[in-house]
């Protein structure tokens, strides 16, 4: 749904009972002996790729002489199998930087280890959804690192001349789509790349749907309630209307589609902002901000990413490695480095206030200020829908999706099919997992 925000895919869960991920037994490390207290100096070693993190690790040391922790840059594709391998071998880090699918995943696995009660302290640093990110089936396995809530940006000069309005639903985008092909088939309302379903996720997420809920001892699978099919059929008018372009994320000519104004509108987040400022030399200062479209202006809700430090299998002292993951991710010292963007880390908080770090990530030269782009962002971050949780296969859930979205992008299936389809995909899936699950009523 926004540029090149494709969700990677990772292997399916392991088998395990509802019970053991809800209890993170399955492998992990029990929850008593994480929640003792570590007593004298210890060693933490720490996993990420995120720019900027190396010297804020550096700084915490400075700061505390108790807990030392080591940084190690693991960028690269296949960094969550050489994370599984580790933890099978018994070498894993105590921490590393994950995404919440696969935290999910991890935690399905027993690879991570039940944090629960030293990460309750730190709990009311952040919002409801960042928290649902690291706790999936209700035990908490990380510390939130950042969001990335979706907001609107849009070509101002090109709305006005074809004489539309910054949308406030869905409904909206589609009517102002439809209105610009009547002048100018060229042009189009959106984009959907045909490798990138996120598109439906968002919408999904927007609307309220819950495609995986844990309801007392098992998993309900909601891919086809009602709320999903309301976000499926926006889809399924985009690609009937031929309201939404397909350039691919994977291309570097991507971003002509929207610098030359052959694609208008975009849902976007706070990481791309800086890229949008090197990348659109032609429209530079024509864009604008705007809240995203809702469903339901009652109600108005919109999706986020969420990156999470999560807490490994075998690490011998969790407490200190949540103190430190809190530390990296809600102190003002630590915030105040990361949201720079001469950090290049592209991090946006998953705190609760996030008013103190928005002013200096806004470009100030792309956008051409008619709008209030820091209250924009800033309202976002507060309606991120905080129903949507990761399940215990969702990886390999959105891995199948992404087999059908094409197929879906190129008119060979409808949007209703492909959920359909991926609604009993799921329910056989985790049967053969051992994980109790049933369709939401």
Same mark, same amino acid.
């Given at each position: 749904?926004?540029?090149?925000?494709?969700?990677?895919?990772?292997?399916? $869960?392991? #088998?395990?009972?509802?019970?053991?991920?809800?209890?993170?037994?399955?492998?992990?490390?029990?929850?008593?002996?994480? $929640?003792?207290?570590?007593?004298?100096?210890?060693?933490?070693?720490?996993?990420?790729?995120?720019?900027?993190?190396?010297?804020?690790?550096?700084?915490?040391?400075?700061?505390?002489?108790?807990?030392?922790?080591?940084? *190690?840059?693991?960028?690269?594709?296949?960094?969550?199998?050489?994370?599984?391998?580790?933890?099978?071998?018994?070498? $894993?880090?105590?921490?590393?930087?994950?995404?919440?699918?696969?935290?999910?995943?991890?935690?399905?696995?027993?690879?991570?280890?039940?944090?629960?009660?030293? #990460?309750?302290?730190?709990?009311?640093?952040?919002?409801?959804?960042?928290?649902?990110?690291?706790?999936?089936?209700?035990?908490?396995?990380?510390?939130?690192?950042?969001?990335?809530? &979706?907001?609107?940006?849009?070509?101002?000069?090109?709305?006005?001349?074809?004489?539309?309005?910054?949308?406030?639903?869905?409904?909206?985008?589609?009517?102002?789509?439809?209105?610009?092909?009547?002048?100018?088939?060229?042009?189009?309302?959106?984009?959907? #790349?045909?490798?990138?379903?996120?598109?439906?996720?968002?919408?999904?997420?927007?609307?309220?749907?819950?495609?995986?809920?844990?309801?007392?001892?098992?998993?309900?699978?909601?891919?086809?309630?009602?709320?999903?099919?309301?976000?499926?059929?926006?889809?399924?008018? &985009?690609?009937?209307?031929? &309201?939404?372009?397909?350039?691919?994320?994977?291309?570097?000519?991507?971003?002509?589609?929207?610098?030359?104004?052959?694609?208008?509108?975009?849902?976007?987040?706070?990481?791309?902002?800086?890229?949008?400022?090197?990348?659109?030399?032609?429209?530079?200062?024509?864009?604008? &901000?705007?809240?995203?479209?809702?469903?339901?202006?009652?109600?108005?809700?919109?999706?986020?990413?969420?990156?999470?430090?999560?807490?490994?299998?075998?690490?011998?002292?969790?407490?200190?490695?949540?103190?430190?993951?809190?530390?990296?991710?809600?102190?003002?010292?630590?915030?105040?480095?990361?949201?720079?963007?001469?950090?290049?880390?592209?991090?946006?908080?998953?705190?609760?206030?996030?008013?103190?770090?928005?002013?200096?990530?806004?470009?100030?030269?792309?956008?051409?200020?008619?709008?209030?782009?820091?209250?924009?962002?800033?309202?976002?971050?507060?309606?991120?829908?905080?129903?949507?949780?990761?399940?215990?296969?969702?990886? $390999?859930?959105?891995?199948?999706?992404?087999?059908?979205?094409?197929?879906?992008?190129?008119?060979?299936?409808?949007?209703?099919?492909?959920?359909?389809?991926?609604?009993?995909?799921?329910? #056989?899936?985790?049967?053969?997992?051992? *994980?109790?699950?049933?369709?939401?009523?």
């Amino acid at each position: 749904m926004s540029t090149i925000r494709t969700r990677a895919s990772a292997g399916a $869960a392991a #088998a395990l009972s509802l019970s053991l991920v809800l209890s993170a037994c399955g492998g992990g490390d029990d929850t008593d002996s994480a $929640a003792k207290t570590t007593q004298g100096k210890v060693q933490l070693e720490f996993w990420s790729w995120t720019e900027g993190i190396q010297q804020q690790v550096a700084v915490w040391n400075k700061a505390h002489p108790e807990t030392q922790v080591t940084y *190690v840059n693991a960028a690269g594709d296949t960094v969550y199998q050489k994370l599984r391998a580790a933890v099978t071998s018994g070498n $894993a880090p105590c921490l590393s930087k994950m995404d919440g699918m696969n935290l999910a995943n991890f935690a399905a696995d027993g690879l991570l280890t039940d944090i629960t009660k030293v #990460a309750a302290p730190y709990k009311s640093l952040y919002t409801t959804p960042a928290w649902n990110a690291v706790s999936p089936g209700g035990a908490t396995y990380g510390i939130p690192t950042g969001s990335s809530p &979706l907001f609107t940006a849009y070509r101002a000069d090109l709305f006005e001349k074809y004489g539309i309005t910054a949308p406030t639903t869905w409904a909206d985008v589609i009517a102002a789509g439809k209105a610009v092909q009547k002048k100018d088939k060229n042009v189009k309302i959106f984009n959907m #790349a045909g490798e990138d379903p996120s598109t439906l996720v968002d919408l999904s997420w927007e609307a309220g749907a819950a495609w995986y809920k844990v309801v007392g001892d098992h998993w309900e699978i909601g891919l086809d309630s009602p709320d999903a099919l309301k976000a499926g059929d926006v889809v399924q008018q &985009l690609v009937d209307n031929n &309201l939404a372009s397909d350039a691919s994320y994977a291309d570097p000519g991507v971003f002509k589609t929207w610098d030359l104004g052959k694609t208008i509108l975009m849902t976007t987040s706070t990481w791309q902002l800086p890229i949008y400022d090197t990348n659109f030399p032609k429209s530079k200062g024509k864009w604008q &901000l705007a809240d995203a479209p809702v469903f339901d202006t009652a109600h108005p809700q919109t999706s986020s990413n969420f990156d999470v430090t999560a807490v490994l299998k075998g690490c011998k002292y969790p407490d200190r490695a949540a103190e430190f993951a809190s530390w990296l991710s809600s102190s003002k010292e630590s915030l105040t480095a990361l949201t720079d963007p001469a950090s290049k880390s592209g991090l946006f908080p998953a705190v609760k206030n996030v008013s103190p770090y928005v002013d200096k990530i806004i470009p100030t030269e792309m956008f051409n200020g008619k709008s209030d782009s820091a209250q924009v962002i800033e309202t976002a971050a507060s309606r991120v829908g905080d129903q949507w949780q990761y399940g215990p296969d969702y990886a $390999a859930m959105y891995s199948e999706m992404q087999k059908q979205w094409g197929k879906v992008v190129n008119k060979q299936m409808t949007v209703k099919d492909m959920l359909t389809h991926l609604q009993s995909w799921v329910l #056989a899936d985790l049967k053969k997992k051992g *994980v109790k699950a049933v369709a939401a009523s």
